[in-house]
């Protein structure tokens, strides 16, 4: 196959040794040999997201834990802060599941601030609130630091963030921020390929789904942690073995070969190189304050072809990604999260602006 390296926000390029790791022999999803896999895979994770929360593992994309942690724990009426597509699929996944909830969308660009926050939440109407930390559609991160302040003056109010595109880039430390669900998925930051999500989960998270009676079964919070505490790293149904043998692997190199405070500087110092060149040949989308450090979003200023942009990248070997939805070929997006080092921004730039002729 003609692989076209891919810098798009997911699926992310996966190195060779996190591949060789996929084809690892199977082992018995009930044997110990697998909980103890888990609980590595487990405890490994628990260092990554700063928590001593238990960490859900799930066979399925992000979009199904997020269904979990909205399902699974409102009790009265959630509020979806929304800052993109991915904000908006929350809330159309609390419809889908019945669950009574309110979405505050913000302008596409703009991030969600403490203000936003403490307007819903100063109601009392709500018990659960979702943010999304990084918006691939818009290239927004949120200020989660920022939103925490608020979160603490409203202690019955359960916070759930989607990190699904920004775990392992950027920092989240999830028992300082007191978070209660913090969700992501295997094909992002993470460097792995699509097909795995997992999630941490707070005591506080827990008792609140022991109010809910309809819970589903795939995602019933209370039984993945059942089978994660009581049963001791296990799994109701067959885990992806396959993943979380690469999972393993690949938290091994971030922790110990790379470094938490090193990657996420890695992460810091080439996205500011990506906002550099945009800005220099282009436009930033998002409000500089809110963009991402794991993918931009760049305004089409130039009113290129976006898709024969990418047409005449992939005959060279690369692949970004055009706007989400009703961006499209008004912006594209470049991401820069996992492996991705700044040469190899430095390479993708070199094809564009040769295919371009950008001077300047």
Not at 86 to 109: L, S, T, Y
Not at 303 to 332: C, H, M, P, W
Request: include cysteine; hydrophobic fraction near 40%; aromatic fraction near 8%.
């Amino acid at each position: 196959m003609n692989h076209k390296k891919l810098f798009i926000p997911g699926p992310v390029e996966v190195d060779e040794g996190v591949l060789r790791k996929m084809a690892t022999p199977m082992i018995g999803h009930r044997s110990s040999e697998w909980s103890e896999l888990q609980q590595r895979v487990s405890e490994k994770l628990q260092t990554l997201m700063y928590t001593r929360n238990p960490i859900i593992l799930s066979a399925s994309s992000g979009t199904g834990l997020l269904e979990m942690a909205i399902r699974c724990t409102t009790a009265k009426r959630a509020i979806v802060f929304s800052v993109g597509a991915f904000g908006n699929r929350w809330h159309e996944i609390a419809e889908g599941n019945g669950v009574p909830a309110d979405k505050h969308e913000a302008e596409w660009g703009s991030g969600t601030t403490p203000e936003i926050v403490e307007r819903y939440l100063s109601t009392g109407k709500y018990d659960l609130a979702t943010v999304t930390h990084n918006e691939t559609s818009t290239g927004v991160m949120n200020h989660v630091e920022e939103l925490a302040e608020v979160f603490r003056k409203y202690p019955d109010v359960l916070w759930c963030v989607d990190a699904v595109s920004s775990l392992g880039g950027a920092k989240i430390e999830v028992d300082k921020l007191g978070i209660d669900i913090c969700v992501t998925s295997s094909q992002k930051a993470l460097g792995l390929p699509p097909g795995l999500s997992l999630a941490s989960v707070s005591e506080k998270a827990k008792q609140r789904a022991q109010r809910i009676d309809k819970r589903g079964y795939y995602f019933d919070m209370l039984l993945l942690l059942q089978y994660v505490v009581e049963r001791k790293f296990q799994y109701p149904s067959t885990p992806s073995i396959s993943h979380t043998f690469a999972l393993d692997f690949a938290l091994d190199r971030i922790l110990n070969q790379e470094g938490l405070e090193a990657r996420f500087a890695r992460h810091r110092e080439i996205a500011e190189y990506v906002r550099s060149w945009a800005k220099r040949h282009f436009a930033l989308f998002p409000k500089e304050e809110y963009a991402s450090n794991t993918v931009t979003c760049i305004s089409n200023t130039r009113q290129i072809s976006v898709k024969d942009l990418n047409g005449k990248l992939a005959e060279r070997g690369f692949t970004i990604s055009n706007g989400y939805g009703a961006l499209k070929e008004k912006t594209f997006r470049i991401a820069h999260m996992a492996e991705l080092q700044k040469t190899d921004l430095e390479e993708l730039f070199g094809h564009i602006e040769e295919i371009l002729e950008l001077t300047g």
